[in-house]
């Protein structure tokens, strides 16, 4: 019999320098060229005096001028975001709540393998971005990045692992060493032109930041989202009583906004106060419901006079004739007016002898109004603190947490009510629980997905001695104690509700843990070239000792590009495991040796996508020709072994 064998997954992140190459040698053919990469491998290259030549109308000799920012190590900051990386995501059921059903993802580990896993899953998916990056004051760690390195030697190098392998904090970064800016714009660059990939095309990204770093930001993020999506920098007063110790005592923080594309970009407005809307009434029994009188002139102040619009305006219940004050005229022309005055809508005073005034009335107004750049009604950053002292036990445990009430301010700004949030600089987790709060207050489905490297605590911190071994496992307590106090205050909420209400939900306080670690594959996936095929089919199996068809699915599934908060089922087939994802995106079978009738019976499902591991087939009798049984049963899905 032929055997017809099923393409293979990569099982790695996407080379995204690869794909941008094949782009331009669909435009340019004659710029490719071979190099040498980093491992020694030939491969397809640009010549780029080449191409500069192609783009110029005239000829090209040496590097003009022009305006840029730049530093050392941009162009390795560069080549990492698009260098592919062999990790994965391993799920880790016991540490998540409510798996079944949770579309919440929490993510453990370095946030720039996150960021690379999530690139096929989420491109283009994440409506709003939210992170709280280090600032840069010498105190805090900096990542950094390094993948020529084999993994462990990477985590020993860079001071993620102590000797014992347990995770701790970076190298500090101090400002008397000369690259002190370097290494924290190289940091944040890549991490924020990966990110942008995962936005929507009206998406948009918010970064608290404070003096030590907002200038080199606006520029980073200038140039990886473009200076025309800049949206704006809010000034966010954090605290009442300004520090004594400083020349000029700071206040106040930035978050700087940037849309993925302006044109697209929509924001909500601000919701109306109660004293807002209290300012709307309806003395006169108007059938259009409640007004407030607003000014009838035109602001003429640096405009033009228009002699139309200068007219007497009378009332016709006095008789009283006004006209527009000195070198002004009025709003609308006298058809308009007239017809307002037919309609009550011009207002003469409770006393009818009051100049005329329009009449706004609360339904042709706005939902709500448009948010300005201070903002200094939201809580302070001690309200942060004591969120996270009331959450955990009346612990001090993390040092200045962003308020929850700052969080919701933005999502409420950024976010649509059935979207994705991303942090990865996730903290505390404040954005998880500011998601869940304000699914709780709108009955919305925002969904987050929360990176945080498993930084160690000090073992002197009241963190560590409440049993907090990293800021990871404090982020997911949150998560948890949040989440069950939303639920309580809801179901207390619907005890207390009238007869007739209707009760209100319970939103998704669950979540999902991964944790980021080497690939599930053998070195030999990766390296196969080198090997004949008799060799490969020689071996027992390509996938590491320990682990299970869970890791192996969701590999699968961030190879495959499919989300990881889709709802996964498994059943057995004759005593085969089968595991289902989103009920027909994908069948996957990890089981050695299945035999036809069971190969059958998953074709006839029809799945979208179906995997199968390499050793699933291999040794069966006759060499099972599964591509065949698919094109004959199910010639529509697409098949694939690991």
């Known amino acids: 019999m032929n055997i017809s064998r099923p393409e293979k997954l990569k099982m790695e992140t996407a080379d995204m320098t690869a794909a941008n190459i094949e782009r331009i040698a669909g435009l340019f053919p004659n710029v490719i060229t071979e190099i040498e990469d980093r491992n020694g491998s030939v491969r397809k290259g640009i010549d780029f005096d080449l191409l500069r030549q192609e783009l110029s109308g005239d000829y090209v ?87 020529t390195m084999d993994p462990d030697e990477y985590d020993e190098e860079t001071g993620i692992v102590d000797d014992e392998g347990n995770y701790r904090f970076r190298k500090r970064n101090t400002k008397d060493e000369g690259r002190y800016h370097s290494k924290w714009c190289s940091m944040l660059y890549p991490r924020l032109k990966l990110a942008r990939n995962l936005l929507r095309e009206d998406g948009v990204i918010f970064v608290s930041i404070d003096n030590n770093e907002v200038h080199n930001l606006r520029k980073v993020m200038d140039e990886i989202f473009g200076e025309e999506n800049f949206v704006e920098s809010i000034i966010w007063k954090k605290r009442s009583t300004p520090p004594n110790d400083k020349i000029i005592g700071a206040a106040h923080e930035y978050i700087l906004i940037y849309s993925k594309e302006i044109q697209s970009l929509f924001l909500n407005l601000r919701p109306r106060s109660v004293e807002q809307i209290e300012r709307y009434q309806n003395p006169d029994n108007h059938p259009k419901g409640p007004w407030t009188p607003g000014d009838l002139m035109a602001n003429v102040k640096g405009g033009r006079y228009v002699q139309s619009l200068y007219f007497p305006i009378t009332n016709p219940k006095t008789g009283d004739v006004h006209y527009p004050s000195s070198k002004g005229n009025w709003r609308f022309n006298k058809e308009k007016i007239d ?48 969120e996270m002292t009331e959450l955990l036990g009346n612990l001090t445990i993390f040092d200045n947490p962003k308020p929850t009430g700052l969080i919701l301010e933005i999502l409420r700004l950024g976010s649509t009510n059935d979207s994705f949030t991303l942090d990865f600089f996730a903290g505390s987790s404040t954005t998880a629980h500011a998601v869940m709060q304000l699914n709780a207050e709108d009955g919305g489905n925002r969904k987050f997905i929360m990176v945080q490297l498993p930084e160690a605590c000090d073992e002197n911190t009241e963190a560590y001695n409440a049993g907090f071994k990293n800021i990871s496992e404090i982020g997911k307590e949150r998560i948890r104690r949040a989440g069950e106090q939303i639920r309580k205050e809801i179901e207390e909420e619907n005890r207390q509700s009238k007869l007739g209400d209707e009760p209100k939900s319970v939103p998704d306080i669950g979540f999902r843990v991964f944790k980021i670690d080497e690939t599930n594959m053998k070195d030999v996936y990766y390296s196969a070239a080198e090997y004949s095929q008799e060799t490969i089919e020689g071996l027992v199996d390509n996938v590491k000792e320990g682990r299970t068809d869970l890791d192996l699915l969701y590999q699968v599934l961030t190879n495959w590009g499919l989300p990881l908060d889709l709802k996964h089922e498994m059943e057995e087939i004759d005593g085969f495991t089968i595991h289902t994802v989103d009920t027909d995106a994908l069948i996957a079978c990890f089981e050695p040796n299945i035999p036809e009738r069971v190969m059958r019976k998953i074709a006839e499902k029809k799945p979208l996508r179906a995997v199968f591991r390499d050793g699933s087939f291999r040794d069966s009798p006759g060499k099972l020709n599964i591509e065949g049984i698919f094109k004959t049963i199910a010639p529509d899905t697409k098949l694939r072994v690991i």
């Open 61 to 147: 000799e040496g590097r003009e001028e022009r305006y840029d920012f730049t530093w050392v190590g941009k162009r390795q900051a560069i080549i990492e975001a698009n260098w592919p990386i062999q990790r994965t995501l391993r799920p880790c059921i016991e540490e998540s709540k409510d798996w079944e059903n949770t579309e919440n993802v929490y993510i453990e580990g370095d946030n720039l393998d996150a960021l690379k896993l999530l690139q096929e899953s989420y491109l283009n998916k994440v409506k709003m971005i939210y992170i709280d990056p280090p600032y840069n004051t010498g105190k805090d760690f900096v990542y950094k990045d390094n993948f």
């Open 339 to 386: 017809e307002l005055i037919r309609k009550d809508e011009i207002y003469f005073g409770s006393d009818q002898n009051g100049r005329p005034k329009l009449k706004r009335f609360l339904c042709d107004v706005k939902s709500g109004i448009t948010y300005t750049t201070l903002w200094d009604f939201v809580p302070l950053n001690t309200q942060g603190s004591k």
